[in-house]
């Protein structure tokens, strides 16, 4: 009710969310700020034991400031607006990736704000229906995301990895578990091995230390994460994996092949039985 009532101003919804368990959203800034420190696309040593506190119950993931969430998921707010000068309220809120169906998701709704940003015309269609606002369409973010390597660097990484497959694993969320046909979808990946130097795999920091990211480590493939999903840089990471990509693949239709084919990467869609199960 609290929320509902929050809602019908932008500034008295923001004082709601903004001071409650305001300590909580302090941990939560710290862990940023302490993990984009960490190249996750060469090293994840931060990113796994982080996820390992989460899992024991030691370390929260969330913040329950929605303003603050919806701008800094995926580095997004930074990568579109640059650095933020005065209050979150002031900027669109933000829809974070290419959805291909008519849904609004909470965190949009629930931030209360004058205007909505996404990607084009059906997700605008989708909003101004639902939400009644104006919809700025501008795009896949990540054309918008500075570079996270010199040129110096970003030579030198894909020289060691050579000719490069790139392979986005369907991932797993607090809200949802995915499940995966492993051995078919290591036997097609792995069958690339002759027409590639490297194999890398790209994980979600959910999924950072699941036991089928193991599995390409033992086969030598190349492990990279974008880092934890309110990390300022994950944006700006993830150009420099696929970047560093001759072609991707999946096992899933997602943001990851719109990013793909802006940055003009060739994708495959791989015809696995993937699921994805709401817990």
């Keep these: 009710?609290?929320?509902d009532w929050g809602r019908k101003n932008c500034y008295i919804n923001d004082a709601i969310f903004h001071h409650y368990k305001k300590n909580r959203s302090r941990q939560v800034e710290k862990i940023i700020t302490s993990l984009q420190r960490e190249d996750t696309i060469q090293?994840?040593?931060?990113?796994?034991?982080?996820?390992?506190?989460?899992?024991?119950g030691q370390l929260p993931y969330w913040a329950y400031d929605i303003n603050e969430t919806n701008y800094r998921m995926y580095g997004i707010?930074?990568?579109?607006?640059?650095?933020?000068?005065?209050?979150?309220?002031?900027?669109?809120?933000?829809?974070h990736g290419l959805i291909l169906y008519p849904r609004v998701w909470s965190d949009v709704q629930e931030t209360c704000r004058a205007g909505v940003v996404t990607f084009g015309k059906f997700r605008k269609e989708v909003l101004q229906k639902e939400l009644h606002i104006p919809v700025y369409?501008?795009?896949p973010?990540?054309?918008?995301?500075?570079?996270y390597y010199d040129a110096a660097t970003r030579k030198a990484y894909k020289d060691r990895l050579g000719k490069n497959l790139l392979v986005f694993l369907s991932h797993s969320t607090d809200k949802?578990?995915?499940?995966?046909?492993?051995?078919?979808?290591?036997?097609?990946?792995?069958?690339?091995?002759?027409?590639?130097?490297?194999i890398t795999i790209c994980?979600?920091?959910?999924?950072?230390?699941d036991s089928f990211v193991e599995q390409w480590k033992s086969e030598g493939c190349n492990i990279v994460s974008a880092g934890y999903r309110e990390d300022p840089f994950f944006l700006s990471r993830l150009k420099e994996i696929i970047l560093a990509s001759d072609m991707a693949i999946g096992d899933g239709v997602g943001t990851n092949i719109g990013y793909c084919l802006s940055l003009n990467k060739p994708f495959k869609l791989l015809e696995l039985k993937t699921k994805v199960e709401t817990t």
């Design 1 to 3: 009710k609290i929320i």
């Design 43 to 56: 090293e994840q040593k931060e990113l796994s034991r982080y996820r390992k506190e989460i899992q024991r």
């Design 176 to 198: 949802a578990d995915v499940s995966f046909e492993e051995k078919k979808y290591m036997d097609e990946v792995l069958s690339f091995r002759k027409e590639f130097d490297t």
């Design 137 to 139: 369409t501008v795009g």
């Design 141 to 147: 973010y990540i054309q918008y995301a500075p570079d």
């Design 77 to 95: 707010g930074e990568a579109v607006f640059g650095k933020e000068n005065g209050r979150k309220i002031w900027y669109p809120a933000i829809e």
């Design 203 to 209: 994980t979600f920091w959910w999924n950072i230390n």
